[in-house]
């Protein structure tokens, strides 16, 4: 008879007894060993065993019955503090039978009993946590929003919520039931991160076994996404701590126990799959599934493995990290295929150097973005110079130009501000668009709002309760707000400039608390003319003051952008000589006084309206002033704009707010890098007429002409709107781009079965004939759509009238009847299925306008509640709402990268 | 390629041109709408070279007949209409957002 070892029962009864053995064998004798770890029964590991993951009765083995089943259980402290202690959803047993002690040993495979596990109810799907928040996804090397419009996530580091217990004080002293809010974590808190800092997400670090084993801490997960969604911002779960109890090694730096664990374990599986189930319907929740890898620390006793050959970096680890990843990514995409994840990198989360993570079958892993940690000083990256943290960032394996890049923690002291301040120039050089390709950054989480390196001033109280002296840390408060340490006040100001600014107006050489400047340059203010501001985040309603001998001005802007006020016409009210002219915002902020001199004169020809990419040909937009028109009849006249310069000036404001400023984003993220220049001359003799009215109110660009115009001007554009004044004949028309020769071809695209390419430069440009004022706001970026594409390479037309397509339409298809059905997919454009705008129930199609008796259909419209941009706008209640269609943005912006990128 | 009309300007050209109905508005967008299409189309349309300008003036010229005969005969005052409506609103533009 061999022996044999089984349980009584075929589960662990969580909150029962230990369990019962059941031994068989025909020995005498017989040992029963426990452990958290199959490895733990190995000789060879003897040293690693503990009361906490080991158990043997090798002292008192039990007697075995002859030809009986023999019954044995452990005592009860000894099974509890293993059973505490596992690391998996059970424990593992065996068993060594003999006759004499010296004599040959019988030993059983090592067995598992799992822990019972209720069947529950399904896990309540939170409902309604995300507000507004729109579903992020990884597409390239970006984040994209359902809009298609590139995200960059900047916040803080809120932790708290994984180390601190319920029943404790929070910040002001008050003893509170929940985690949640004696971290201090409160509804204003989350105001003030949001709105006062301006952050859009928030890392959260989280605790696996409270998360798993207690139902107020969901309670308090849920209750703090629904906090920062309420404001606008996003939730990063990031797994912190495994649990409250153990230890991983001392830290080097602080001398004290670190409970950073090196690595996942098994229970992080269920955490992650319980979360992607509950968190299945919030796009509001991003998953941070693993906080700082690392290679174990000498002095950690917990870590059971053998250590592998080599360093951080050296394969044999960072293997065992990728396969983590691997398994989680398969834990939460199985539960919930739209879960955006952050992977850190080894080394504490700071390098990305072997990275991507890959499937098996060699494929990246899917909706995944890789994020480092960096806090200074940090010996492993050196000095904080773009080669290092290109380094860190993973360039040399071209990372971050295919998969997006964050920094999901970065800090350190005030004696680091400088460099601080440089690694947040190298963050924001990331997150934008360069020579038409985006950099690959999606933004990061300063590190951290409660806990060191610190953003805000926390200070230690304390007082007797009870007989005990009981102490608790505070935040220190500047009035409404936290008090800002140095390091947060860089931060703060960093998420107060927009992300597409190029710098943060941070200056060092000032004293703490004033080094955030808001500065504006302004263009020579001239009576009559044009007047431009140049800053950034200039918000609704910000308007510019002009001082004169202590008289202020108010002057409202024609046209607003983000980074640009313009006045089309500067009054001749305001005083000659010198001013001074702040730019103040509806919420207070007010820039720094800029000395200027008002003077009059004529106009200068020609000015840069927005400066673009610094390099020999941008992409170039151009507003001229027509010279000449041909009117019905065909005599050639000065077109009467040359008259009316101030007309001129205000049809290019409104054309300058419609193409930026608007809710159609097209071209918002390449405001930087987009040349618009506006030209105003008067016509020389013989010159060409630019445009020609037409019977039925229109007024046509001439392509020839304009781009004989632009050659003699010196004044290469892709895009031209010649400005003319008739109102009799104010309709606007657009004619299509020329596309250049096929040397300068981009990338090539698929468009169902049509191959094509996007072209680098333009031989005639997309021309507009746009009259002085144009009819409407939105009249300007619906002739752009037209004027941006092409008619050889997908022509963008009007999706208001049934006609008939001539050559490749990309936004327009046609039904072989009117009652034919619509088809599900409109077309198919870079591998992406675009669905078609179809009525559906109470939904008529063309944003509600409907397809009558049409043959003519579009793309699937990203609001439905409103016609397409490129439809009869008119229609909408709010003309400035209307939007394209995704597949159309899409396609423009291709269009538009390409040029951008030569 | 072309700005859409609003609804003030459908009423106002409708207003101001007697006898003329939707539909026959309709008809003479829609061949603006071709006619401007046909001028932007690119040269392949008109198939091989030798022939292809000659083509296109032709149909460009067929459809402008058609365009001023129907304009004369039921819109004789629809640039008027155009010019009446602009002139209500240039001098009050829509403040930037």
């Excluded at chain 1, 072209?759 to 004022?773: L, N």
């Excluded at chain 1, 490129?870 to 423009?892: G, I, Q, V």
């Excluded at chain 2, 101001?16 to 349309?45: S, Y």
């Amino acid at each position: 008879m061999a022996t044999r070892i089984r349980t009584q029962r075929r589960s662990l009864d969580p909150n029962g007894p230990p369990p019962v053995f059941v031994i068989t064998s025909d020995r005498s004798q017989c040992i029963v060993e426990v452990a958290t770890d199959p490895m733990l029964f190995d000789g060879s590991l003897a040293a690693r065993r503990t009361a906490a993951n080991h158990f043997s009765n090798a002292g008192s083995p039990v007697a075995v019955a002859a030809g009986r089943a023999t019954f044995y259980t452990l005592d009860v402290g000894a099974f509890t503090a293993i059973y505490r202690n596992r690391t998996t959803p059970g424990l593992y047993y065996r068993a060594i039978a003999f006759d004499v002690a010296a004599g040959p040993r019988e030993e059983t495979t090592p067995l598992f009993i799992p822990t019972a596990v209720a069947r529950r109810p399904p896990m309540p799907a939170a409902r309604g946590l995300s507000g507004s928040l729109l579903w992020l996804k990884a597409e390239g090397n970006r984040v994209l929003d359902e809009n298609g419009d590139p995200v960059v996530l900047r916040g803080v580091v809120r932790s708290g919520l994984e180390y601190t217990a319920p029943n404790t004080p929070d910040p002001t002293g008050v003893v509170r039931s929940r985690s949640r809010t004696a971290a201090g974590m409160t509804a204003a808190e989350a105001a003030e991160i949001t709105n006062h800092w301006d952050a859009n997400v928030v890392r959260v670090p989280i605790n696996q076994e409270w998360t798993l084993t207690r139902a107020n801490y969901l309670a308090d997960l849920d209750a703090t996404i629904a906090m920062y969604a309420a404001n606008g911002a996003y939730t990063m779960l990031a797994l912190a701590r495994l649990d409250d109890r153990r230890a991983f090694g001392i830290d080097a730096t602080t001398g004290l126990p670190t409970q950073n664990p090196p690595l996942p374990e098994e229970n992080t599986l269920a955490l992650w799959r319980q979360l992607a189930e509950r968190y299945r319907r919030q796009p509001a929740v991003l998953y941070d599934i693993f906080n700082e890898p690392h290679l174990p620390l000498p002095s950690d006793t917990d870590f059971l493995f053998q250590r592998p050959a080599g360093g951080e970096t050296d394969p044999p680890w960072v293997s065992r990290w990728h396969e983590w990843v691997r398994r989680i990514e398969q834990v939460i995409h199985h539960q919930n295929q739209l879960a955006l994840l952050f992977v850190s990198g080894v080394a504490w989360g700071l390098d990305l150097r072997n990275f991507p993570v890959l499937q098996p079958n060699g494929a990246p892993l899917p909706n995944t973005v890789y994020s480092s940690h960096i806090f200074l000083p940090n010996g492993r990256l050196g000095a904080v110079t773009p080669a290092n943290l290109d380094g860190v960032f993973g360039a040399a394996t071209a990372l971050p130009e295919s998969h997006p890049v964050f920094a999901g923690a970065w800090g350190g002291p005030a004696a680091q501000l400088a460099d601080l301040d440089a690694l947040e120039s190298y963050l924001r050089g990331r997150h934008r668009y360069r020579n038409g390709s985006w950099r690959g950054g999606v933004g990061w989480t300063a590190s951290s709002w409660a806990d060191e390196p610190l953003l805000v001033e926390r200070g230690t109280t304390s007082a007797v309760r009870g007989g005990r002296t009981v102490s608790w840390r505070t935040f220190t408060m500047a009035g409404a707000h936290n008090q800002p340490t140095e390091v947060g006040e860089l931060v703060v100001g960093s998420l107060r400039t927009m992300p597409i600014a190029a710098v943060v107006d941070f200056d060092r050489a000032r004293p703490r608390g004033s080094r955030n400047r808001y500065r504006v340059t302004v263009s020579t203010p001239r009576r009559g003319d044009i007047l431009l501001v140049r800053g950034h985040d200039f918000t609704r309603g910000t308007r510019i003051e002009i001082t004169t001998g202590g008289v202020t001005r108010r002057v409202d802007p024609s046209a607003r952008l983000p980074a640009l006020l313009m006045v089309s016409s500067l009054p001749t009210t305001v005083p000659l000589g010198a001013a001074t002219l702040t730019v103040v915002r509806p919420d207070g902020l007010t820039s720094e006084p800029v000395a200027v001199t008002v003077v009059a004169g004529a106009a200068p020809d020609s000015i840069d309206l927005l400066p673009g990419a610094a390099k020999a040909a941008p992409f170039t937009i151009a507003f001229i002033a027509n010279p000449r028109v041909t009117r019905v009849g065909g005599a050639i006249v000065a077109d009467p704009i040359q008259a009316a310069r101030g007309r001129f000036n205000s049809a290019v404001a409104r054309g300058l707010q419609a193409l930026f400023a608007v809710r159609e984003s097209l071209l918002h993220p390449y405001a930087d890098e987009i040349r618009v220049v506006a030209r105003f001359t008067p016509p020389a003799a013989g010159m060409a007429p630019l445009c020609e009215h037409q019977p039925g109110g229109l007024t046509y660009p001439n392509q020839a002409n304009i781009t004989a115009y632009l050659a003699a001007a010196v004044l290469p554009a892709d895009v031209c709107y010649a400005v003319f004044r008739e109102p009799a004949f104010n309709r606007a028309t657009a004619d299509f781009t020329v596309d250049g020769p096929a040397a300068f071809l981009d990338h090539g695209f698929s468009f169902d079965a049509v191959h094509g390419q996007h072209s680098r430069v333009t031989t005639q440009p997309g021309v507009v004939a746009m009259h002085a004022p144009p009819m409407t706001s939105m009249t300007p970026i619906h002739e752009f759509g037209h004027a941006m594409s092409s008619s050889g390479n997908g022509a963008c037309g009007d999706l208001y009238v049934d006609d008939v397509n001539v050559g490749f339409v990309m936004n327009r298809k046609r039904r072989p009847t009117v009652v034919s059905p619509f088809p599900a997919v409109f077309a198919r454009y870079g591998g992406t299925d675009y669905p078609t705008d179809r009525p559906r129930g109470a939904y008529v199609g063309r944003g509600g306008i409907g397809y009558a008796h049409w043959h003519n259909y579009g793309a699937e419209l990203i609001d439905r509640r409103r016609p397409n941009l490129m439809d009869n706008f008119n229609l909408a209640a709010n003309r400035r709402l209307c939007l394209l269609d995704e597949l159309t943005r899409r396609f423009l912006r291709d269009r538009i990268e390409a040029k951008l990128r030569r | 390629m072309i700005e859409p009309l609003s609804p003030e300007q459908r009423a106002e050209i409708l207003a101001r041109n007697a006898g003329a109905t939707e539909a026959d508005l309709d008809a003479l967008e829609t061949l603006l709408h071709e006619r401007w299409g046909l001028a932007t189309a690119p040269p392949e349309f008109w198939g091989d070279v030798e022939f292809a300008d000659a083509r296109r003036r032709a149909a460009l010229a067929e459809l402008d007949e058609q365009i001023q005969v129907r304009r004369d005969a039921r819109f004789p005052e629809l640039e008027a209409a155009l010019e009446a409506v602009l002139l209500r609103y240039e001098d009050d533009p829509e403040p930037p957002e």
